[in-house]
């Protein structure tokens, strides 16, 4: 079976920075954090240790034009914000209103972290005070993660394969990179595929704070994410979803659709070492990059741009750029006269968990669209060992034609995609 070219048609984003596509890029490439104080959500936790977040705002209305209310009252906030970037994504894709006849072509691959975590607290907080007949019948609807493929699907009436990837942080980045296949080997012609996590509860930000894995910065909520940086403190917590329409290529050209950007490549690994620290010698992270890179057939001196990881905790960031010199060697080092850049954007887009690495590929299609590459902010002081171009506080002008997204998740899943000029 001959394998088909895939390529993204259609991108769709609700995050921090913005609740749309040219919003969130304009903020990112101007450098803006879209980190706010935890307590203006939550008071309870105005003396905890973390104090800040990364919350989608106004989005609402957003929401009021896919969900009836009564259907709001049934669903998770995850599967709304999914909705909102999966509209976003077909309507840009020329899809919503062309859909293809034959709907069991077109699939629906999400990655989700957590899942419907407010709908589980107030089953639980309802049972105890009301007791077991009073839950709603719509209780596990509302809340199983793979209700986002669910709506996603009767909505758009996809009716090809549809999958929810749970693989902590590299969840939407293996959603991504399976959906390529799924395509590629010739088993679908389009697939709405992307990430999307709202776990923002107090007893979820206290089980990520008391693992000391969060950020405990004291100053203004917009230096608090700093990969990189000597002062880094942890991640920030984040809410969000990216949706992306992969096609097949041929059938995108046929019908004059706009393309951002080729997937080429997909690497997965697992470290096999620790339920949620990355193995310190980043062997899992340099197979998967290794396995992208041969999938794309590229050499790593061909990469341009490098979408890291990059969460902001102590050791993660160590690690990844002891991988990235393995990986790519005199490529990385900043004194070489053309050098991959590197930069973490969730500098300014916390940590959105499942939904990040969705994001993150979308940030490598617009890089390579514009030819402009998103800055690491906060990045005053940069640690002696995290000594690469990470493209402190000002982004860049650059030529773009391969770019890479890491994501490395708990129980140690890493994920690497390729992308490439179409």
Known sequence: MPKHSVVITGIGIVSPLGNDVDTTWKNLIAGKSGISYLADKFPSLANYDCKVAGFVRNEQSLIDEILTAKEQLHTDRFIHLCLIAAKQAMN?????????????????????????????????????????????????????????????????????????????????????????????????????????ESCMIPAAIAGFGNMRALSTWQGNPENASRPFDSQRTGFVMAEGAAMLILERKDLAIKRNAKIYAEIVGYGSTTDAYHITAIHPDGTGGIKAIQQALHDAQIEPSQVDYINAHGTGTKMNDAVETKILKHVFGQHVNSNSKRHAYISSTKSMTGHMLGATGAAEAIFCALAIQNQILPPTINLDNADPICDLDYIPNIAIKANVKYAISNSFGFGGNNATLVLKTP
């Open 92 to 196: 840009d894709s020329g899809l919503s209103n062309s859909l293809p006849e034959q709907r069991d072509r077109f699939g629906s691959y999400i990655g989700v972290g957590l899942g419907g975590l407010s709908q589980i607290e107030k089953a639980i907080k309802k049972y105890d005070t009301d007791g077991p007949k009073r839950l709603s019948p719509f209780t596990i609807p509302s809340l199983i993660s793979n209700e986002a493929v669910g709506w996603a699907s009767i909505k758009w009436n996809l009716q090809g394969s549809t999958a929810i990837i749970t693989n902590a942080c590299s969840s939407s980045s293996n959603a991504l990179g399976l959906a390529m296949r799924e395509i590629r080997d010739g088993y679908a012609d389009y697939v709405l595929a992307g990430g999307t």
